[in-house]
């Protein structure tokens, strides 16, 4: 099974517990056989991509754009740095600017090779082009599964 992320970033702490719980129940159920794709950005990405490889699965990077690591917060760039070591495979958009096209040029690459989508989704419109409810709506469009999760009692800034 080939399974990607995608998800809201910069959640607050007692959500990103909620959060985290629910990813790993998630990644549980499908086994050491699971393959997930995620561009590894700073919360759910990368903790799933983290859940997958502690499951003994294996990773594929998403790679948005040459300049993206930089437009991470650069707390996350050590994170990032690992789990891009830990990847099996890397795709690439071959764009150079970290902008909403080019998140959402790497969101279509990982929705075209996945089987199924998980969402870490209040539901919401996208608050830029690229954003979450985007990457659903074009995973709707292609014919891709999407798994919501969105815990009771989770919120948004």
């Known amino acids: 099974m080939r399974l990607g992320i995608t998800g809201h970033r910069g959640l607050p702490p007692e959500t990103e517990q909620l959060v985290r ?12 056989d699971l393959v997930g794709v995620s561009c ?3 919360g759910p990405d990368a903790w799933f991509a983290e859940l997958v490889l ?5 990773l594929e990077v998403v790679v948005p754009a040459e300049k993206y690591r930089e437009s991470l ?28 096209q080019a998140h959402m040029a790497g969101s279509e690459i990982l929705v075209g090779v996945v089987d199924e989508l ?17 990457v659903v ?21």
């Open 118 to 134: 998980v969402a870490v989704w209040d539901g919401q419109p996208a608050r830029g082009y690229g954003g979450t409810a985007d």
């Open 40 to 42: 590894i950005a700073d």
């Open 73 to 100: 917060p650069e707390e996350h760039h050590q994170t990032y740095d690992h789990l891009i070591q830990q990847a099996a495979d890397i795709h690439r958009t071959g764009m150079v600017e970290s902008d909403g």
């Open 137 to 157: 709506a074009y995973a709707e469009r292609t014919g891709v599964r999407s798994q919501v999760i969105w815990p009771d009692g989770a919120t948004r800034d």
């Open 21 to 32: 719980r629910a990813l790993r129940e998630a990644v549980a159920s499908y086994g050491p």
């Open 54 to 58: 502690e499951a003994g699965g294996r």
